[in-house]
Every structure is written in C-alpha cells, then in structure tokens.
C-alpha cells in the first residue's frame, strides 16, 4: 500500500496549481470564498492540510475550471504523493508528475481508456472522468463492490456511461462523495471546477480515511504561533490513521494558550505532517500563570487568587472589577445617574480618520470612567500606531438612560463607527447600516487591530462575545460595540 506524505514543490505559476509543504499551511481567509460559499469548509480544510493553495491576489477561484494536469495532481499529492514526488524529483513538471504519478499508483490505468495523455493535460477535465480517477483512488475492496454497477436508474444520464464510468459514479454515489446534479443528472460531460473538484477529492478522502483506520504511520506535529507563524516545536509520533491529534499534545509552550488544530483534529492518510496552533497568552494570562507558579513553589498562596491584579485586565466580569469601578465586590451598577455622572471623565485620544481616501492623524474625546480613563487612552494609542492606522468616524461612550443596565451607563462600553458596524439579532438589524470588513474600511473585522487591542486589554468585542462566531447571519452581534465587563 502506498503511504502519503505532505511534500513540499517549487513555486507554480499557473492559476489553479495546488501544492503540499513539510509545514502546514497557515490558515487564510480569501475574499472570493466566503463562510457562506457551499464549498466552504471543504476548501478551508483542503488549505490547512496544504493540499489546496491559492491562485494569487487573495484568491482561491473555487469556479475556476481544472485541467486534467491539475486534477491529476491535486489527486496524486493526496493519493499518491511518494510517487508524484518522485516523479518532480526526476525532472517531471508539476503537471506530468501527477500523470505519471496516477499512472504509477494505478489510479490512471490503461484499461480505463480515459482520453488523456501528456499532450493533453491542458484541456479540461470532465466530471466523469474526474470520477474515475477517484474511484481507483479508493481502497481495491470498494472499487471490487462497484465494479458491476446494476443500478440504471442512479442518475437520468447513467446508461450514457460506459462501465467503467457506471461504477465510479455508482461507488462515489454510495459513499456520499456525490449526489450529482439537481436536475437529477450526474452532469457527465461537465467541465470539473475548483470548488468541485475539491469537495468531491475531500469527501473521497474522508472514504478512504474510515477504510484506513487503525493503521500505524508517522506523523510530524508542529506547534506554530497561531498569530505570527513562528514554529514553536516539532515532534514526531507513532499513532494511527484516525487517531485524535488532542491525544498526543503535551504541556503547551510557556505563556501560549492552545488553539485548535488546522485541517481538522484527526490523523488523516493524506498528510504526515499537522499544525497544532497555539495563542500567545494576554499579558493578563502571563500574570496569572506566574502567579500559579508562585504558589506551586510555595511563594503566594491560592487563597489570594481572586484578588491578584491580572483580573482588571481579564476579559469578561469579575470582583475586581467590580471594586475598581463601584468600590464594591458585589456591586455591578450606578444606582443613579448623579452617582455615574460623578464618576466620569473626559480624555482626548489619538485616531485616523479618512478623507477622500487619505488617512489623517485627528483627536476625538471620549467621556468614560475614570479608574479605567488611563486603560482606555493606551488601547486608542496602540490603535494608533498599529500598521492598520483604522479609521474612525464617529464614538459614542458614557450615556446613562434610565431603567437600562448596560455597560455605557457605566462609562464602560465605546462603540466606534456606529452605521458602519451594525447591531444585529438574527438577521435583524436594529442600529446602522452594514457590516462589511474586508470592503468597507471602516467596518471592523474580526482580526482587526482593534479587536486584538481591546481584548489584549480585557475588553470584549460584541461581534463575538455573546454568539459561537462573529458570523452576522445568526446569533445576536453588536460590532460597534466593545466593553469592560463584557456587557
């Protein structure tokens, strides 16, 4: 059986080229291929296996149509992947090492006769064919059960097929790889796209994973900074296909916090190489970890715990807080609004804004409390400096109204460039006009600078903090709006 292996190729020129890396490839988000795309999820995953890369210009053109030299290729990196590094390491191009890769491996066979040669792998490729190639990528058993297809009535253009054909398509079609067209076809003579031609390699993959499991290879795990990319560490393990890549981390490195895994968390026969990501910790976290290392050396006690001072910089609401702003562990509000107007005051702060394109140094001036007046002037500096230079049209602070308990009635809560960052419960949107980052420049994003700062800070944004994501369709987001005790 041949065993797969991420391998690392030069720099390809042609649009639509996909390459694997001894390293993971860092997860990126590219703006033609939204959350909301169908082929999504399969794409990103594609991606962080570094099976899949994009195109240039931040792009992924999931519509692009594939060639049968790129399909033969993204195949064979998945597949086969010894054989097609062979085939580069003997002088192949990209191209012809998949053709002589499939060729190989047996995933391109003769007695197939699939019109395709050297000469040809230019020319696009059907979504029959593609099926083929798949199909022989599959385990001998389950292309033995599908070698005499009976069902004549799986897709309206079945018997158009020859037998070969009829047993990829009924194999990908049993296995939940496809479902084919929706008007009942499975679209034969279709040119294969991107976002196809993924999605269909992806599902084929998780087939050939579950015939798979149990059986031992050797992965490399990497542990790399999830913000900068630096390697934090390598390891490499004994485990099994299938396994939980949780179950092999270790203690994570000094002051980062784990962060997930990129392409998924299980051990997957396409790739020997993962990417375990890690956060680096707040500087809040960094206090509290040292603070735990106190008290295992015996030189602070866990009875201090709740009044140690890395919580007034610890997102969310906490005793410490609490006391900083009312003076009280157990109060959380302004009983009035004489007692919340005595404890405000006014700062001016460092912004951009933008005018006819051009980015300007201004000031605004914000009124909020006055324990946290010194935090709030260091986030907007930071902001300020930071390389983004985000611009800002418009702040809105402490503001009490009567018989409400958010946090602008503590001079808590700042929300910034209100139209451009709506409020909004599933769908429903209740203050501004739009969200729009990554179009609209001052929409804020959910990796902006201002997102990072505020939190690094103990602030909490509300376009995630009270839904699983910063995703507007559900849930109930507020973008404008970031906050102390994370109300």
Known sequence: MVRNWCVKVSALALAGVMSLSVLPAQAAEYADLGQDHWAYEEMTRAVELGILQGVGNNQLAPALTMSWGQFLALVTRTFASEDYQSALDQ??????????????????????????????????ITREDAAVLLYRAMPEEIQEKYAHPANEALFTDFDQMDEVHQAAVSALADTQ???GKPDGSFGRTDPIQRCDGTVLLMRTLNVVDRARTGETVTITLYGVDSESGQELFRQEYVTEVGAY?????????????FDGFQGGGTVTSACASYCAQYRPMTQAE????????????????????????FWLSMQGENEAKHNLLFGSTEKRRFDSQAEAQAAMTTITVPIWTLSNGVKKASTTTLQVHAAIADDVKAIFTEIYNDPEQFPINGTSSFRYVEGTTGEHN??????????????IRDGQVLVGSCWEPGTNPYSIAPDSSVVRIFEAHGW????????????????YHDYMHFSYMGG
Do not use: H, M
């Not at 040292?290 to 001072?309: C, E, I, N, R």
């Not at 503590?410 to 409020?423: K, S």
């Not at 839904?467 to 559900?474: G, I, L, M, P, Q």
């Open 91 to 124: 002088g192949a191009a990209w191209d012809e090492a998949g053709y002589l890769a499939a060729a190989s491996a047996g995933i391109l066979r003769e007695e197939d006769a699939l019109s395709v040669s050297p000469e040809q792998l230019g020319e696009s």
């Open 177 to 179: 790889v496809s479902s």
């Open 245 to 257: 890549l949780y179950g092999l981390l270790e203690d994570a490195p000094q002051y980062y916090v």
């Open 286 to 309: 960094r206090e509290e970890a040292d603070f735990w290392d106190k008290v295992d050396q015996g030189l602070a006690s866990a009875d201090d715990y709740w009044t140690q001072p």
């Open 410 to 423: 503590c001079g808590t809560a700042i929300d910034l460039n209100a139209n451009e960052n709506y409020q």
């Open 460 to 475: 909490s944004w509300g376009g995630d903090a009270w839904a699983a994501d910063s995703d507007d369709a559900t849930g």
